[in-house]
């Protein structure tokens, strides 16, 4: 993302919520670092349904998987900003989520449980073949207990991983969310079984306090 002063938030004075009655501090604060995020106000210029778009930006400014032309799987795809990204790129994209989603230009939008053992199959035909890139940035809930947080996103993204392994072309990419620490050592073998290169990243628009990172893994081998 362009660091400009509309990006970056210089050259504006910060906006300090005030006190109120009905409005709690943490409330307050989360407030308050919502009307100072500079992605926040891009996102909202640029017609994403969430800073997470730039997320994903971001991700593929450095390893360019998002190519004019690929099949995109986007799970746990609500509200729809890494979707709406992997479309503008020129990406035919099916997304699946167990919450609706408004619908988004040139996606195709399937209400699914990732847990059932149909899905793969249900998505590889709304793509007409197998995919180019499955990507997800689902967590779960956070509990403020920041292994327990580790541990629900962790399994959410092995889900994410076993409908990767079944639909991915030779070649492809898998893109998904996890705290901080990382893949396990379990998800990080498997991956590193299937997939030539496996990174973990933590791209800029994920804000500095945050203990999320993303894993990238690319050259699917079967």
Avoid: C
């Avoid at 040139?106 to 053992?117: E, H, M, N, R, S």
């Avoid at 079984?193 to 081998?221: I, N, T």
């Amino acid at each position: 993302m362009k660091k400009d002063a509309g990006a970056s938030g210089r050259g504006r004075e910060p906006v300090r919520v005030k006190k109120s009655r009905g409005r709690t501090a943490s409330s307050r604060q989360w407030l308050q670092r919502q009307l100072n995020d500079p992605y926040v106000a891009a996102a909202r210029q640029k017609g994403y349904r969430s800073r997470a778009a730039f997320k994903l930006i971001e991700l593929d400014s450095k390893y360019h998987f998002l190519k004019k032309g690929a099949k995109v799987l986007d799970l746990g795809a609500a509200p729809g900003g890494w979707s709406q990204v992997a479309a503008e790129r020129g990406a035919t994209v099916v997304a699946a989520d167990v919450l609706e989603m408004e619908p988004v230009a040139g996606v195709t939008f399937l209400k699914a449980d990732l847990t059932d053992p149909d899905v793969p199959a249900r998505l590889k035909a709304e793509l007409d073949g197998p995919a180019d890139v499955v990507m997800t940035d689902m967590a779960a809930p956070t509990t403020g207990h920041r292994a327990t947080d580790h541990i629900r996103t962790i399994a959410l993204v092995e889900i994410a991983l076993d409908v990767a392994l079944d639909v991915l072309k030779p070649g492809g990419a898998f893109v998904g969310k996890v705290f901080q620490g990382g893949a396990t050592g379990e998800l990080l073998a498997r991956m590193k079984q299937h997939f030539r290169e496996v990174r973990h990243v933590k791209p800029p628009a994920s804000r500095a306090e945050s203990v999320e990172l993303y894993v990238v893994a690319l050259g699917f081998k079967n």
